[in-house]
């Protein structure tokens, strides 16, 4: 079984500080059907004061805010919140930033060089459940993956199929091709999937890399 049916139409949040991108963002989700941008704002502070008032499926998550930071948004987001899907949008490609984003429990994380389409197509993809990543991002996890100087103790557990499929699940492909990329079907690669969260204590793929991979 692949992705469940995107909603008809996705409720898009955007904290963006950059008045022209926030705007271009807002300007494109009113315009594109399927879609719906029902809040934005300029700060982490004015979003988590509204949390509640429009609740959305996806929300953009600048990761360098003024004041309380994205990252630090995104953990107290996630705390009231667990179930919330949330995206990253960064001008930075940084390890460090990356694994901290997925570690607060970010579902996806895009750079702001992003074409606008490829974002939209982003929204829709984490809102069926992928992990949607830009390029650039996937090569930075899997670069660290392979400096990281052996595996964490949390991921001796796993069996050595079982650290295969967490390390694609670092590219953020959709788990189709995730599947096809490692030969195997997509119910013996959810089956995968539930065996690496028991293991590792966690809930999400997000969870399961930054568990697996946090940076050093």
């Known amino acids: 079984m692949d992705y469940p049916p995107r909603p008809m139409r996705i409720r898009v949040s955007i904290i963006e ?3 022209a991108y926030r705007e271009a963002l807002a300007t494109v989700l009113r315009g594109t059907p399927g879609y719906a ?3 934005v704002h300029a700060n982490a502070e004015d979003a988590i004061a ?11 998550v600048d990761i360098s805010l003024p004041g309380l930071s994205g990252i630090e948004f995104l953990r107290r987001f996630k705390a009231r919140h667990p179930e919330a899907l949330a995206v990253m949008l960064t ?7 990356i694994f901290r984003s997925l570690s ?9 060089s992003t074409p ?4 939209l197509q982003g929204i829709g993809e984490v809102a069926r459940g992928g992990a949607p990543m830009s390029g650039a991002i996937a090569r930075q996890v899997l670069r660290y993956f392979h400096k990281s100087g052996g595996p964490r103790r949390e991921l001796l557990s796993l069996t050595r199929r079982e650290r295969e499929v967490l390390e694609q699940l670092a590219t953020g492909q959709p788990l189709k091709l995730v599947s096809a990329s490692l030969g195997v079907s997509l119910e013996t690669l959810h089956s995968h999937l539930r065996s690496i969260y028991r ?3 966690v809930h999400s793929r997000s969870e399961a890399v930054a568990r697996g991979y946090p940076p050093r």
């Open 17 to 19: 500080d950059d008045a």
């Open 37 to 39: 941008c029902v809040a």
């Open 50 to 60: 509204n949390l509640d008032c429009n609740p959305a499926d996806v929300t953009l």
């Open 91 to 97: 001008v930075f490609e940084e390890t460090e930033q």
């Open 104 to 112: 607060a429990g970010a579902d996806g994380y895009l750079l702001k």
């Open 116 to 119: 606008l389409a490829a974002i």
């Open 199 to 201: 293991k590792l204590h």
